[in-house]
Each structure stands twice: as C-alpha cells, then as structure tokens.
C-alpha cells in the first residue's frame, strides 16, 4: 500500500502512480478505485484473470478446504489474500505457501472459519511441497535387499514429512468438520517414493517417534528399537523389539525405509 506522507513528498512518476493504482485495483477491485480513463469492461478482464489464475492455483492445492467452504467463505479468503498480502515469491508453484502464511494473519473467529482450518490447509499443501521438492535419491549406497534391518545403518527416505496435528486432518470432508480437538493427537506420515508417488500413513505415538529417529541420525534398527525402550520404561524391551521389527520391516515396504548403507569397501 501506498504512504500518502511519502508521496506527498516526493510524488511518484505518472507511469509508475498508474501502475500502482492498477495493480492495487486488480488485487481489490471492490475497495480501490480504476486507473481513470480505463474502461471499465477492459479492467474488468485483467482483474478476472488474475483473480482466477490465483483461485485456481489455490483450489488445486486445498481442494477439501475449497470443499468445506462456503462459495462466499472461499472467495473471501483469496480476496483478502490478494488485497492484504505481500507475497516474496514471483512463483506460481509457492503461492499456496504464501496463503499458508496469510492465514496466519486471519482472526478465524471474526471470519467465521473454522478451527481446525490451518492443520487442514497445511496437510493439504504438504503434498505439492513434497511433489515439487528437489532432488532424487542416490541409491549407489544402499543395498535395497537386505533384510539385516537391525544390524545394518538404516536409510530413510529424504522426500517425507511426519506431521502432528491436533484434528484428525486426513479424515475432514464436508460430511466430517470436527468441532474439537482429538486426543490422542493425530500422527501422519506423508512422503514420496522412487517412483515420485506421493503416499500417506497414519501412525501411532510409537511408530512416529522410531521415524523421527531414524531422521535424526543414521542408526541400525537395534540401536533405534533400543533408544525407543529407554525412552518408554513401563514397556517390556521385548515387547518394544518385536513390535519394532514388524514395524521396520513394514516400513521398508512402503519405501519409507529405502534399505541399509552398503559396507565400505
């Protein structure tokens, strides 16, 4: 937004006050005035353009947000993302990031919206952020095969994301909004395997804290299922260890666990 004390002083070039107005029209055609002497069918062209090139980019990314939403609901929140947000990317690919970061800017109360809005929004950008997520996996060291899950260094997938929220994200739709937060809360895994698929994975409290761990630091599966028992006494190590090995071995089949490190030769 323009400084009206600033501009008083030093006045913007004609050019550059009409580009100003323009783009400040198209972003919130209902509150800033037409550039004079621009029609106002043709202006009205430019806006619906970039208000639907917007929309639509948003709509793909959140399409159960979209779902859930009143049409005046939605369309209020890109409004007031086009108006009042100061976007730091020119791509098209990070808009939705920045709509995350607008959100958190929005009283959810005074708009009406519901609370479990945001976790939802962001389970739902987490699938194009790990689809657009650079790199490939250099399998040259990892021996894919192996089944000496406990005594070999794990490799993890680099491309996932273990995700703790407070609704149950994953189940919300238009005939399930919940009204309060769950207890336990919900533990999900979303990542991409080789073939660039995206997958999801709901995990209980002890799956999710092996996976943290096995992020943390390259571990054989032994001395991860050994720091899970330290750190959950009231459980038998036995019990720890045998729901670990089915554990480990069921994650390697979903390419969570890409394989263990080859041995140096």
Excluded at 34 to 58: C, D, F, Q, W
Excluded at 65 to 76: D, F, P
Excluded at 230 to 243: A, D, G, L
């Amino acid at each position: 937004m323009s400084n009206p004390q600033r501009d008083a002083v030093n006045p913007l070039p004609a050019f550059q006050a009409y580009q100003r107005q323009f783009t400040q029209h198209i972003r919130d055609p209902k509150n800033q005035p037409r550039p004079a002497k621009v029609p106002a069918k043709r202006m009205a062209i430019y806006t619906e353009i970039v208000y639907n090139n917007i929309e639509g980019t948003l709509a793909s990314c959140f399409p159960v947000t979209k779902k859930i939403l009143s049409v005046r609901r939605w369309q209020q929140l890109v409004r007031g993302f086009m108006a009042h947000h100061q976007a730091s990317t020119p791509f098209f690919r990070e808009i939705p990031e920045q709509f995350l970061m607008h959100l958190e800017n929005v009283s959810l109360k005074d708009c009406k919206l519901p609370a479990f809005l945001p976790s939802l929004m962001h389970y739902e950008w987490v699938e194009l952020a790990l689809s657009v997520q650079a790199g490939s996996t250099n399998t040259d060291n990892i021996d894919a095969e192996s089944d000496k899950l406990l005594e070999k260094p794990l490799v993890i997938s680099p491309t996932l994301y273990l995700l703790q929220y407070d609704y149950p994200v994953h189940l919300i739709s238009p005939d399930y909004q919940p009204k309060q937060k769950s207890a336990p809360p919900t533990y999900l895994l979303v990542f991409r395997n080789l073939e660039h698929q995206i997958k999801f994975m709901e995990l209980n409290p002890m799956t999710f804290q092996l996976v943290a761990l096995l992020q943390e630091e390259s571990l054989t599966g032994q001395v991860a299922l050994e720091k899970l028992a330290k750190s959950h006494p009231q459980i038998s190590t036995e019990v720890i260890m045998q729901f670990g090995a089915a554990t480990l071995a069921e994650l390697k089949a979903y390419e969570v666990i890409l394989g263990v490190k080859k041995a140096l030769i």
